[in-house]
């Protein structure tokens, strides 16, 4: 599935099981929740943080799913073509930082 794809899936399920998008500060409150519960199964697994039984079940890349799920809302209903985002900005960190991580002896 393309990134294009993906918003138009996102918004024929919003048309036909949601009834509309929340409105963007609601969206933008849910993106924080899931990026929150997606913090906690990183901590869990690969933190130094044990698993709660409440826990157990969680499943990361479901997480990372409903993140991406509510962060296409928000491009979708602000208008934003996340393909031409994404383009761009991986432009721009190239123009910025092509040479700084390669020559950062920290990485090696």
């Known amino acids: 599935m393309t990134i294009a ?11 036909k099981y949601g009834v509309r998008y929340f409105n963007e500060l609601t969206n933008m409150v849910l993106l924080t929740e899931e990026v929150g519960e997606m913090a906690r199964i990183i901590a869990r697994k690969y933190g130094e943080q ?20 509510v962060l296409i809302c928000i491009a979708n209903q602000t208008g934003i073509d996340l393909t031409d985002a994404l383009k761009q900005n991986m432009e721009k960190k190239t123009i910025r930082d092509g040479e700084r991580h ?5 990485l090696y």
């Open 102 to 106: 390669i020559s950062n002896k920290k």
């Open 50 to 69: 044990s698993f709660k039984e409440s826990d157990k079940d969680k499943n990361l890349s479901e997480e990372m799913a409903d993140v991406l799920f």
């Open 5 to 15: 794809e993906a918003q138009q899936t996102v918004d024929d399920w919003i048309k």
